[in-house]
């Protein structure tokens, strides 16, 4: 440890954390989770709220060589239910509020300990971790053993719980030092969630590792975020964060001048987000892509041009390559298909499911990443949707995406976006949800802007106006609502 006096994290409540106090708690956590009888190899399953102690037991847990396995703080009881059935953790550290109502469950799936961990450091779970002593003997642990599974956010379909190793992690967070220039001078707005490979990994291990500071913050607040702005240096968010501080007044060059770096993933970033976002702040957001099951894969560069619309190009030592959704032959530069990577950022597998994991990746160990997109000349990579989003209209493909852009860049529409929905004649109808400034925008003027930019076969059938578009907590929009929704819309 180089500067084991220094901040790692700073908590929106006031309370400050050196390194080395993170460490040794993490000794203590570590303990105490041993003297509970979790083993080496062992599920910790994790439902609390955002905190430095929340960060601290996925230390411990790496400490100790058990798996820490963070649970979505909005997940209802019979999911955690699946969850604890699935992952049969030997311990589960949840909030205060929930640990009477998880006791049931946590009988039926034999799980040895269960104890609680409050937002202000508080609960069962710290008690027991203060009375143990400090020093811990670590775990040996290698690269390939498991640090975390991490079910994935499942839009469709059952949650799949991704297993990532500490080669994963580690080597994701060194190479993202070096992408993004991170360093110990480094202060990082946190206002993710961290049940979220983004607040947890992508952020956390990286200002760990570069020895940084982290301001967190339990939710983006955009007042809040431009009042820290001064002090800190970069920030990572979805994009929402930037479509909220673009709302904002005070987002201006000045105020933003202490800043050298605005991050965005987890969700496309509108290319105008990025056009008003450089107008009034001089900063070109750095857009990337990840998931959960391979962190992050691509970025746009740190020196370089930072292109809209793009996720930049494979990270050093990760592969992408664009394949025949179907056949899995490569494709060539340009032409739209089946995103997949191979490298030492990618996961594991999913627990229990080798079948499942088998149809996920190709021979050759890409994993097929079930994101749709091309590469260009510059080896720029541009997601065009997910690959379940594709519609098949009349035999004919379409791209929601190329729709929707052309639809979110018509005067007065905020953003869009575009689904198939079952159609007696077309198989699926070409849909578009719209969400306008006024109401000025009609239907009759998308559609005919829309009849001199795209094919025929891509128009929308239907136009729906909505006050705003469903979206899970990572600023994903849902489409999998909307289908549901307006499921009868053709019938
Ligand atoms: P998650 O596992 O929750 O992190 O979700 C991963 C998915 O988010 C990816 O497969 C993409 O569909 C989407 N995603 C992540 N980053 C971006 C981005 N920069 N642009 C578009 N989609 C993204």
Redesign the pocket.
Known sequence: MKSPDKIFIRNGDGRNFTFLEIWALAGQMSSALAASGVRTGDRVAVQVEKSPEAITLFLACARLGAIYLPLNTAYTLAEVDYFAGDAEPSAMIVMPERLEAMADLGKRHKVGTMLSLGITGDGTFMDKSRAQPKDLTDAKVGWDDLAAILY??GTTGRSKGAMLTHGNLTSNALTLIDTWRFSASDVLIHALPVY???GLFTATNTLLLSGGTMLFRQKFDAADVMRLMPEATTMMGVPTFYTRLLQHKGLTREATAHMRLFI??????LADTHREFRERTGHAIL???????TNMNTSNPYEGERIAGT?GRPLAGVEVRISDPESGEPLSTGEIGMIEVRGPNVFKGYWRMPEKTASEFRRDGFFI???LGRIDEEGYVS?VG?GKDLIITGGFNVYPKEVESEIDSIAGVVESAVIGLPHPDFGEGVTAVVVRSGKDVLEKDIVKTLESRLAKFKLPKQVIFIDDLPRNA?G?VQKNILRQTYADLYR
């Open positions: 994935t956010s979220h490979t983004h965005s993933g987890s969700a496309p970033l857009e990337r892509f990840g998931m959960t099951e996720v990443t079930g994101d997601i997910r990572m994903k």
